[in-house]
């Protein structure tokens, strides 16, 4: 429990929070959620996971960006995005080991 909201926070603070609304001032909210999108999954892979969990994590993370843009707050991607690691960690699709050992 205590890995999906810690996970979830920081992540959130730097795509959605940091990144997503600098790339919308410079570029435009749709290209933003595309670039910071596509840069989740490519931080997951320097994680370790496989492409095609980097590309489901792209997925996810377009569905937080659009989120936030619509919402214009990062609290409920923040939700969702520890329900969805909640639910990986418990379910054994993300293995804290796969983050021990990136770090």
Avoid at 59 to 87: C, E
Wanted: hydrophobic share 50%.
């Amino acid at each position: 429990m205590i890995f999906s909201i810690t996970n979830a926070t920081l992540e959130e603070f730097l795509w959605r929070g940091i990144l997503l609304s600098r790339f919308s001032e410079q570029l435009g909210e749709k290209w933003a959620v595309i670039i910071t999108s596509l840069g989740f999954g490519l931080q997951h892979y320097s994680l370790g996971f496989p492409w095609t969990t980097c590309i489901t994590f792209s997925i996810g993370g377009f569905f937080y960006g659009g989120i936030t843009v619509k919402s214009r707050s990062i609290i409920p991607a923040l939700i969702w995005h520890v329900a969805f690691n909640f639910l990986m960690v418990f379910s054994g699709l993300i293995i804290s080991d796969v983050y021990d050992q990136a770090c």
